[in-house]
């Protein structure tokens, strides 16, 4: 099963077992010397949580949140993130049969690509994303961002 999201016109699934919310758009608090795509931090009931836009990850185009924006807070390893989307969809079902592996592309190592597989439902392609890829790469260290905002508070 999946959780179906937007961002910038295209649809892409995260396994719903690394979900644990999703939340409105809210204040994000920056954080200092992080990757442009870490947006900052949230309290979200009293947990701190480093927030990640999905749009700037993917090197698209900022573009103004709206009402339609959302926080999905994911756990990885025990580790609370979220991911800033433009909008969520559906939780779908694909099965496995149904789950192409990327192409392999000339000069592209697809051990460390963040999609995982194409999902096929109906007309629909879903990229399907490897949210452990998506959230480690370039050595972010999310559980050290949340500790180092906390110690400065």
């Known amino acids: 099963m999946y959780l179906t999201f937007g961002v910038s016109g295209e649809e892409y699934g995260i396994g719903i077992s690394y979900v644990t919310e999703v939340v409105g758009?809210?204040?994000?608090?920056?954080?200092?010397?992080?990757?442009?795509?870490?947006k900052g931090v949230i309290n979200?009931?009293?947990k701190v949580i480093p927030v990640m836009d999905v749009r700037l990850r993917f090197n698209m185009e900022a573009v103004e949140y709206n009402e339609r924006t959302v926080i999905i807070v994911l756990d990885i390893n025990n580790v609370l993130v979220g991911l800033v989307v433009d909008y969520v969809s559906?939780?779908?079902e694909i099965?496995?049969?149904?789950?192409?592996?990327?192409?392999?592309?000339?000069?592209?190592?697809?051990?460390?690509?963040?999609i995982r597989g194409y999902g096929k439902r109906d007309e629909q392609v879903v990229m399907l994303l490897n949210i452990e890829r998506l959230v480690s790469d370039h050595d972010i260290d999310?559980?050290?961002i949340v500790k180092e905002n906390q110690q400065n508070k």
Do not use: W
């Open 95 to 114: 099965p496995a049969a149904d789950v192409e592996k990327p192409a392999q592309l000339k000069g592209t190592h697809n051990e460390n690509s963040v």
């Open 90 to 92: 559906e939780v779908l």
């Open 44 to 46: 979200l009931r009293g």
């Open 142 to 144: 999310l559980g050290c």
């Open 25 to 38: 758009i809210q204040r994000i608090m920056e954080v200092p010397d992080v990757p442009h795509f870490i």
